[in-house]
């Protein structure tokens, strides 16, 4: 029998079980476009993150409180990040200004939040606290207005920048600059609004009101700084900073007090957990895969007892086992291969919408790696039907009812 022939008979013999036919595929079709949908979700999410700190700086070094581990007690990766007391302050951020000169500029920030208000309306906020070189160091500059100085920050100034969305819920069609906004009973007046930068993910990066460091310590008592970015200056410059900013802090904190990350330090960390994480989810989808595989198997198993008398009239006049074997074998491989089209198709359409509302990124090694596990699922599940077929008494299969 030649390859054509066979394929004829498989399809015809598929045909006649219609929906049989589409149900066990339907198990192939889900598992692969589930691997294909989480793989492009996690892979997504990966290159959004490695956009978010390209746009942080590659100059920029984060200082936070606490020693962040991403080891367990054993050295593997992944422990939880172990963090101790805050002990950054304001003090140790000017520190570091004075004492280095690997240090362009030091931007010290803290974060509160709460209810602001104007004319009636509150609206629930992020107050950050920092100093007058935050537009240039997080390259946030000033749509309208202007931001607030250096003497400003030494006045202990009650003086607000606002973003986008704190601009539309309180002000609507009122220009704020020169207003007045109530921040815990105490009045702040206006003076810019920062330039749109929308969201991330659920994150409003435009949901914020800016102030005075000193200001914001000494009215909502925040000794304790959230964190500190420092500019190196330069990206090749970027270790010596690294470097010299923990020899400065060593000598006021212990080294579990605080950590001293670069972009790509933190971009490896993060990126190597998301690997991790994006692997992981496509392991939990490909299950699905060989859940469709046995579904395969079950139902060659029952096409294999309802065609006995045909396998034995086949026999009877000639067919071989190897020719039997591979005939249910070839049904297999089609339902599996035609399952796996579809699944690529269906995934990829579903991964193309939700890229409307969070990154993906569709990926060539989860495409093939579904399509290809799908086609060897046929092949898996359906040798040991195929087998049992070859395997038939023809006479044995002629006498059965």
């Known amino acids: 029998m030649n390859f054509l022939e066979l394929l004829r008979l498989a399809f015809q013999a598929l045909k006649t079980n219609k929906t049989r036919s589409a149900l066990t595929m339907l198990g192939v079709v889900i598992g692969v476009a589930a691997v294909i949908i989480l793989v492009s979700i996690g892979s997504g999410l990966q290159g959004f993150i490695s956009q978010q700190f390209e746009q942080l700086g590659s100059d920029l070094v984060i200082v936070m409180p606490g020693k962040m581990r991403w080891e367990d007690e054993a050295g593997r990766e992944g422990g939880a990040p172990g963090i101790s007391t805050n002990r950054l302050t304001l003090a140790m951020a000017e520190r570091l200004e004075r004492k280095s000169d690997n240090i362009a500029k030091v931007l010290p920030i803290v974060t509160k939040s709460l209810s602001a208000e104007f004319a009636g309306k509150t609206y629930e906020t992020a107050i950050l606290g920092t100093s007058a070189d935050y537009p240039e160091i997080r390259n946030s500059p000033v749509a309208k207005g202007k931001f607030f100085t250096k003497t400003d920050v030494e006045g202990t100034k009650r003086v607000a920048v606002i973003g986008k969305t704190v601009e539309e819920e309180l002000f609507a069609d009122i220009d704020p600059i020169g207003r007045k906004i109530t921040l815990a009973d105490v009045p702040y007046q206006i003076i810019g609004v920062l330039e749109e930068k929308g969201s991330i993910f659920t994150q409003d990066q435009d949901n914020l009101i800016i102030i005075p460091i000193t200001t914001a310590s000494h009215q909502f008592n925040l000794e304790r700084l959230n964190y500190i970015y420092l500019q190196a200056p330069s990206a090749e410059e970027i270790e010596k900073t690294v470097t010299e900013a923990k020899e400065i802090l060593s000598q006021e904190m212990d080294k579990e007090d605080f950590s001293v990350l670069s972009p790509k330090e933190l971009l490896s960390t993060v990126s190597s957990i998301l690997g991790v994480v994006t692997a992981a989810l496509g392991g939990i989808a490909a299950i699905s895969l060989v859940v469709g595989g046995i579904g395969i ?32 074998l070839t049904e297999a491989i089609i339902l599996s291969f035609s399952g796996g089209v579809v699944g690529v198709l269906l995934g990829t359409t579903v991964s193309l919408l939700v890229n409307h509302f969070i990154q993906t990124s569709i990926t060539f090694w989860s495409v093939a790696l579904a399509f290809g596990v799908s086609a060897l699922v046929g092949i898996i599940f359906g040798a040991a039907p195929a087998a049992k077929a070859g395997r038939l008494n023809p006479i044995d299969a002629l006498r059965y009812e």
């Not at 309802?306 to 000639?318: D, F, N, P, Y």
């Open 297 to 328: 198997m079950n139902i060659m198993l029952v096409s294999v007892t309802e065609r006995t008398r045909e396998i034995g009239l086949r026999k009877a006049v000639g067919a071989t086992p190897q020719a039997i074997l591979i005939q249910f």
